[in-house]
């Protein structure tokens, strides 16, 4: 174009693509095309720790993935295989398929959680429920009944300056993180952890706010959650219900348990947290216990 000058750079740097896993290996001989259609689209990255979910249909592949997540991820470490979440603890079902070193220090929103990839969750899904919770809890004495490392306790505590958090947790190794996940965080005077049974030690009409971060079981614990409560705290009950019995399923199961110790519920707010399994959704109630 007229007036356009052309200026040759002297060491011209040109823009390198990271490689995606997928183009790592379209063009490796020994992979076949259904093959490369079925390699992992999405991974989670917790600190230095990689998790990936594999179609069986290229377990045998895994190694290989494995490997090349490392080589676009350099600041990685390790990568683990995710075969899902199971029991009372909600221990991760994962295998090494490269590098080692399982345990990490993740940061999110400005906190700090130090974990074992390995042996304890963490669910990408919950991001979201992780930022509204730090918005929550100004001034307030809350008790968290299923705290694991500190997922709703931490940010909590970092973003709103609740008076107490009493993080009660049952599986000693997540306690142990919790403790630690507390001095990382400085918020030592605020978080207080306790190992053992929420069903036992949940004080009796103290709470102003009450978080059942669980799933599948939380109605189990829901008499104690809301006993816990003082007249006009506020409740937050997790629970997993097949997508056509939402919301109606978890309104019911707190006004039944409401009326049982004489006392009212004003529905808040449900929202979809996750979807959990095909046909199952992560849902959580917002409500006020009178
Ligand atoms: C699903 S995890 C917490 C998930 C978390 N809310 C999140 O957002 O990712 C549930 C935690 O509750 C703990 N837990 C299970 N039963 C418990 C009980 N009866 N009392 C206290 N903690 C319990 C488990 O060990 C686990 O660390």
Same mark, same amino acid.
């Given at each position: 174009m007229a007036g356009q000058k052309t200026v040759r750079q002297e060491h011209p740097e040109f823009y390198h693509k990271t490689p995606g896993l997928v183009d790592l290996f @379209? &063009? @490796? &001989? @020994?992979?076949s095309p259904e093959q490369v259609a079925l390699l992992p689209r999405s991974w989670y990255i917790l600190g230095t720790v990689i998790t990936v979910k594999i179609d069986p249909r290229v377990e045998d592949l895994k190694r290989d993935i494995g490997s090349a997540l490392l080589s676009i991820y350099p600041r990685c470490r390790c990568v683990l295989m995710d075969r899902g979440i199971e029991g009372q603890f909600r221990v991760p079902k994962r295998e090494v398929i490269a590098g080692s070193g399982t345990e990490t220090v993740h940061r999110e929103n400005g906190v700090v959680f130090k974990l074992d990839a390995m042996k304890i969750m963490f669910s990408a899904g919950n991001l979201n429920e992780r930022m509204r919770m730090s918005r929550l809890g100004d001034d307030e004495f809350v008790v968290d009944m299923f705290a694991g490392i500190g997922y709703f306790s931490l940010p909590m505590a970092v973003h709103s300056r609740p008076d107490r958090v009493l993080s009660i947790e049952l599986n000693p190794l997540a306690y142990g993180y919790l403790t630690e996940n507390v001095r990382l965080n400085k918020v030592e005077g605020i978080v207080d952890p306790v190992l053992g049974d929420c069903a036992e030690e949940v004080p009796e009409g103290e709470a102003d706010r009450v978080v059942m971060g669980f799933v599948e079981f939380t109605d189990r614990y829901l008499k104690e959650g809301i006993r816990a409560l003082r007249p006009g705290g506020t409740l937050h009950y997790h629970q997993t219900v097949p997508e056509r019995l939402y919301p109606g399923a978890l309104v019911e199961d707190v006004r039944r348990k409401a009326e049982e110790q004489g006392r009212r519920v004003r529905v808040l707010r449900c929202a979809r947290v $996750? $979807?959990?399994s095909p046909g199952v959704v992560h849902a959580v109630l917002d409500a006020v216990i009178t």
């Amino acid at each position: 174009m007229a007036g356009q000058k052309t200026v040759r750079q002297e060491h011209p740097e040109f823009y390198h693509k990271t490689p995606g896993l997928v183009d790592l290996f @379209r &063009d @490796r &001989d @020994r992979i076949s095309p259904e093959q490369v259609a079925l390699l992992p689209r999405s991974w989670y990255i917790l600190g230095t720790v990689i998790t990936v979910k594999i179609d069986p249909r290229v377990e045998d592949l895994k190694r290989d993935i494995g490997s090349a997540l490392l080589s676009i991820y350099p600041r990685c470490r390790c990568v683990l295989m995710d075969r899902g979440i199971e029991g009372q603890f909600r221990v991760p079902k994962r295998e090494v398929i490269a590098g080692s070193g399982t345990e990490t220090v993740h940061r999110e929103n400005g906190v700090v959680f130090k974990l074992d990839a390995m042996k304890i969750m963490f669910s990408a899904g919950n991001l979201n429920e992780r930022m509204r919770m730090s918005r929550l809890g100004d001034d307030e004495f809350v008790v968290d009944m299923f705290a694991g490392i500190g997922y709703f306790s931490l940010p909590m505590a970092v973003h709103s300056r609740p008076d107490r958090v009493l993080s009660i947790e049952l599986n000693p190794l997540a306690y142990g993180y919790l403790t630690e996940n507390v001095r990382l965080n400085k918020v030592e005077g605020i978080v207080d952890p306790v190992l053992g049974d929420c069903a036992e030690e949940v004080p009796e009409g103290e709470a102003d706010r009450v978080v059942m971060g669980f799933v599948e079981f939380t109605d189990r614990y829901l008499k104690e959650g809301i006993r816990a409560l003082r007249p006009g705290g506020t409740l937050h009950y997790h629970q997993t219900v097949p997508e056509r019995l939402y919301p109606g399923a978890l309104v019911e199961d707190v006004r039944r348990k409401a009326e049982e110790q004489g006392r009212r519920v004003r529905v808040l707010r449900c929202a979809r947290v $996750k $979807k959990y399994s095909p046909g199952v959704v992560h849902a959580v109630l917002d409500a006020v216990i009178t």
